[in-house]
């Protein structure tokens, strides 16, 4: 299956090999803006030196510019290598389709088909899109974040690893869960579909026999069963926000309070403090787009 898919991007390799490259050196740019920000507010702001907060000042000005023109040229590519990948797959669904038998058809149900060429593909295309510019986007920033914090302060950085540990478990059994579901959602799409071609295309048939109260029913069954799916499935994963604003929150309390120690210690400065708070937020945010991810591929 994988083979067959990764046939369909042909035509769009450049595209597809690019966007990676593209995002990695945007998330480089990213990472690198707050430990320049330390140095502006330590040896600029802090020591009263305005020739050192004009020079990191052009510096972070410079990066965030260069960041702005690797994300518009990896929305770029990521956008043409994705919609073209879908443009190829349903090209070849088509002309597969055309090669069944009439026991095929029968076997696979118009609904089915349909669904597989329209809901399918579009949450293939938008997989496709995900893993060329998130998936390098999210676990590339956690590593450089990471190892951020290590470079400016090894012992602050074991909040971050206490924070990361609670996420994950929490993530994983929220994504494990909401996996399962997801994948019943899809047997339902059918069930909908199904009734609504089942009906138009027999709507003679359905007013000759007054059966419109009976098709009433039975698509709002299979509206109602898509529904609660849907409703289960979400509600599992509002769970991340609030887990995640308590892990941050969590995270922000206790660089607050050790490192105000390390502070009054002179062990640590301000600036240095500050960029542990934004890269608190790209590591917690970093693990949330993997999980996302993982949604999405399932």
């Not at 020739?51 to 990896?74: E, K, R």
């Not at 996420?167 to 494990?176: A, D, M, R, T, V």
């Not at 299979?222 to 289960?232: I, P």
């Amino acid at each position: 299956m994988l083979k067959t898919l990764v046939h369909q991007i042909k035509g769009y390799q450049t595209a597809a090999i690019l966007t990676p490259v593209w995002t990695a050196l945007e998330v480089l740019m990213d990472v690198m803006i707050p430990y320049v920000t330390a140095s502006l507010i330590d040896k600029g702001i802090n020591a009263g030196d305005l020739q050192n907060v004009y020079f990191y000042g052009a510096i972070m000005l410079g990066m965030a510019l260069m960041s702005l023109v690797f994300g518009m040229l990896g929305g770029r590519c990521s956008a043409y290598a994705s919609t073209g990948f879908a443009a190829n797959l349903r090209s070849a669904m088509y002309r597969n389709i055309q090669r069944l038998a009439f026991s095929d058809i029968d076997k696979y149900s118009t609904a089915g088909l349909v669904t597989r060429m329209t809901t399918d593909v579009n949450s293939l295309q938008s997989a496709f899109q995900q893993l060329m510019g998130v998936s390098v986007r999210a676990p590339f920033k956690l590593v450089l974040s990471i190892l951020m914090c290590l470079m400016i302060d090894a012992r602050l950085s074991l909040v971050f690893l206490v924070a990361l540990i609670i996420l994950s478990f929490s993530l994983y059994h929220i994504i494990s869960r909401v996996a399962k579901l997801f994948q019943q959602v899809f047997v339902k799409y059918d069930e909908l579909n199904q009734s609504v071609q089942e009906n138009i295309t027999g709507i003679r048939l359905v007013k000759a026999f007054v059966r419109e109260d009976y098709e009433n029913k039975k698509f709002v069954k299979a509206a109602e069963n898509l529904y609660k799916l849907y409703v289960k499935a979400e509600s599992l994963m509002a769970w991340n926000h609030p887990i995640m604003n308590m892990v941050v929150y969590g995270c922000i309390i206790a660089l607050s309070w050790l490192g105000a120690h390390y502070i009054v210690e002179g062990t640590l400065t301000t600036g240095e403090l500050t960029s542990l708070f934004t890269y608190v937020m790209s590591i917690l945010m970093s693990l949330m787009m993997l999980s996302m991810i993982f949604v999405t591929l399932t």
